[in-house]
């Protein structure tokens, strides 16, 4: 497996829209294993491809302490949400920053895995933010771009003056 570079704000490349991926095989399934490996390193929770320059629809999420609850999502769907839920985000490609951000608190997905099955998954609290975190970057957003004018111009003069 190999470490992958990980894309910083204000890298344009983070708000480019990820292509779906239309077949799943070795090289796809590399790009995951490296995608896990990277997360694990950068001590993430998840990571989307657009975060490691790749411009394809894949997402790998593991919230356990133990590493060991592996989700991946390929070409991922929310098809239902409800709730909303306010928690403290932060992101690897935003390094020591984070902020309160409302989201869905359930969501319900369809998606394929790392063997091209369809399978669908209902998520909560945690979960749920982490998918939308990242379905997020597939569709060129970030964290930051959720949160008032203001507070997203404070974050952007942070990282503009190096002070993070």
Do not use: W
């Not at 497996?1 to 890298?11: A, E, G, Q, V």
């Not at 098809?79 to 690897?92: N, V």
């Amino acid at each position: 497996m190999s470490i992958l570079k990980i894309l910083y704000f204000p890298n344009k490349l983070l708000k480019k829209k990820a292509s779906l991926v239309s077949k799943i095989d070795r090289d796809i399934n590399k790009i995951i294993n490296d995608m896990f490996e990277t997360m694990y390193i950068s001590k993430g929770i998840g990571l989307a491809a657009t975060q490691v320059s790749i411009n394809k629809c894949i997402i790998v999420i593991d919230i356990s302490k133990k590493h060991n609850q592996q989700l991946v999502l390929i070409n991922p769907k929310i098809i239902k949400r409800t709730g909303k839920i306010i928690m403290e985000e932060s992101c690897l490609s935003i390094p020591n920053i984070s902020a309160p951000v409302i989201r869905s608190e359930k969501i319900i997905l369809q998606s394929l895995n790392y063997y091209g099955k369809l399978f669908e998954l209902q998520a909560e609290s945690l979960l749920s933010v982490c998918i939308q975190h990242e379905i997020d970057h597939l569709n060129g957003l970030l964290f930051i771009d959720r949160l008032s004018l203001s507070k997203k111009n404070y974050i952007r003069n942070i990282i503009n003056h190096n002070l993070y």
